[in-house]
């Protein structure tokens, strides 16, 4: 695992602007906090898992017999 997580920003910083993303230190994450909130990506996964017509074709024609 690496040892930073990344952050999509909420206020202006710099050059860079809300809802621009970064790579924060673990242990800086609390420094950041109202400033930026933490890019969950797990969600894409499981985005991409419902999204399997085959997955999802196969639970439908076994719960409709």
Known sequence: MSDTVKMRLTFPRGK????????????????????????DEKPKETEAKASNPTTGSVQQKAAGK
């Open 16 to 39: 860079q602007q809300p809802g621009d993303t970064i790579d924060v230190p673990k242990d800086e994450v609390h420094r950041w906090k109202g400033f930026a909130t933490l890019v």
